[in-house]
């Protein structure tokens, strides 16, 4: 191998630096551009997987929570679905048995037993007759479907209100009124304090009972 004279490594000391700095200043532009984008996209990934570490929580709340407000409201409408059916049948003259079958059958898309066996669900049959004026004088509750919680029929001074005292469409009228009560569980699981148990709904349905 030739020896480089010792007249050329003075120059080359004179131009400013050794061989290393000579190939730092003689690096293509090229090559620069290239580890610059290559410094921004790792940090734009980082500041990407940041944000989306921050976001995801909030994210998945928003996310569980319109889950939840979903099913709560198809069990609501269930309920409400369950005792219109069940008034239906009862005023065209199906006894308390039949009735309350139709009901159970029609909530079925709910679970309707907690975990431990336990029924989640209440149903009462509730039967009125009125006088010539439009008073409810008749009233009998029959709780055909019963569970471990309190729950209490609607009154006939609760339904007297929305009857037309002394009107010919209240006069000596017979009501058939199905009354479901019902203990939501969210999928999630959040029961809490007073909704240990599920959270409570009920709907009732009051229909003129047209049978025998």
Known sequence: MDKIPSSTKSNVNACGGSRADIDRRTVAPSARRSDWRARFLSEEIGQSFLELAVLAPVLLILLIGVVEMGYGLYS???VMRASDEGARLAADGADDANATQTTVLTVRGLPITS???LSKLDVYVIRGQTNGSGTITTWN????????????????AALQSA?????????NMKIAVVQVFYRHQPLFGFNVGPFAQGIPMSSYSVVRDVGP
């Open 76 to 78: 609501y409408l269930l």
């Open 115 to 117: 975990t431990s066996g």
């Open 141 to 156: 509750a029959n709780h055909t479907w019963s569970s471990p919680n309190a729950t209490t029929p609607v009154s006939a």
């Open 163 to 171: 009857l037309v005292p002394g009107g010919a469409q209240a006069a």
